[in-house]
């Protein structure tokens, strides 16, 4: 039979479109998240990455070069909750990673209802209970008619949990009584067998039996400031903070949580995630599959030696390599151009500021703690009572005590303008404001955005303060070391937003997009409706 060349066109359209539809949606959707990773690392360090990590998503993926976190505090249970609902603290309810919740302070993961499964540590009762909406894999789930299957993986209980959603397959953190991975009985009764092997091959003891050695000699560190910098936090009191760093000495004192401080906890996380591919066939079975992973050692190194510190150059620089080696095996088993990846950050982090300030840029400490013990005096005089009418200052959020103010008979109408009216003369506050009132408040739209969708009415504070640029909180006075984050600015707000894979084009753009449009984008790219607080907006060169 002779076919004409239109026939044999039609016939080609036809299985094309064919495969378009088989093809709709990827094998496999993996999340990275990387725990206080600043945008600005995908460019510091590039010069010694190596090809196949942070260098392949850049030349192969999209990459979205001004993507801003727009909301305070950016801190982490809210960073991992927002890149996976495309919603805010407001809507999402993770208001911190500690907050009010029916006139008590909780953590944002607890939950008393249920317990651990591979341990018998309260470190198991957990579950994503006290998130209010749904997350991308949980929309997934619902879009298969729960036949994709869902996998968190992360050292932090929350940088896992909160991802993963309500209705995961499971979520997976580390435990360090008993020295592996653990869940909740919230997903299961019992630990799959993979997580049993992948446990008992006891990973973490092995490699806290080695020294933390630099990748390359250490004066070639060019990015930061020399290695005996005297804004690197020790690991212990008066231990020297100088590479070789004597982990397995350190290990004796502090056990096998020391895992999470160092490079090779990133290594442990990319492990588990490769043994959950392979235990769970991830992206093997004719299903979108959903692998959310969060890398947590880079926010420990960094709040311990900050930004401009060996140690942190040297764990981007090991990551990077974990990395590629990551992508390859997702490259093996899954096939390149059949996974959807994605990388991005909970938040960055400030310099240092003493170091800011040797190098006389602008820079405060603020301790929260003092001025919440300088405001009760202040009050109690004022209102002539006992009664403790400040909670706590957290998040840069002043938590009024209500029922103290209630019981006291004052009227906290008055006593929220005395709050600001002692707070606004701190040179160090550029805002005070109401919560209630932030709409009207005299502070750039850009500030008074972030605060509103920060702000959630049933879990947050009730006086926001807004730092000056380059001041943070901090107990101590002098000598300061490493760094911490939690405010608008663009070292805190400003995160790497990369995709690579499955229907993504080559390509960047500094067009603002938001840590709300991640989710957004990846909902809108597997036709799944998106999370049910979605405020983001799908990127379009990407979700077409
Ligand atoms: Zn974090």
Redesign the pocket.
Known sequence: MKLSAKTILTMLFAMASLASVAQARPKLVVGLVV??MRWDYLMRYQSRYVDGGFKRLLAEGYSCDNCQINYIPT??AI?HSSIYTASVPSIHGIAGNNFRMDNRWVYCTDDSTVVGVGTTSDAGKMSPRNLLVTTMCDELKLATNFRSKVIGVALKDRASILPAGHCADAAYWFDDQSEGFITSTYYMKELPSWVKQFNQKRLPRKMLSEKWETLFPVETYAQSTADDAPYDGPFLKGMPTTFPIDVPAIAKKTGVSLIRSIPAGCTLTLEMAKAALHGEKLGQRGECDFLAVSISPT?YVGHQFGINAVETEDTYLRLDRDLADFLSELDRTVGRGNYLFFLSA??GGAHNISFNQDHGIPSEPWSMGETSRALNTYLKQKYATNSKLVFKISNCQVFLDHDAISAAGIDEAQLRRDVIDFLKPDKRFAYVADMEQLATSSMPQLIRERAINGYNRFRSGDIQVVLQPACYGESRKTHITGTTHGVWNPYDAHIPCVFMGWNIPQGSTNREVHITDIAATVCAMLHVQMPNGCIGEPIEALAK
């Open positions: 725990d206080q801190i982490t960073g926010d909970d938040h």
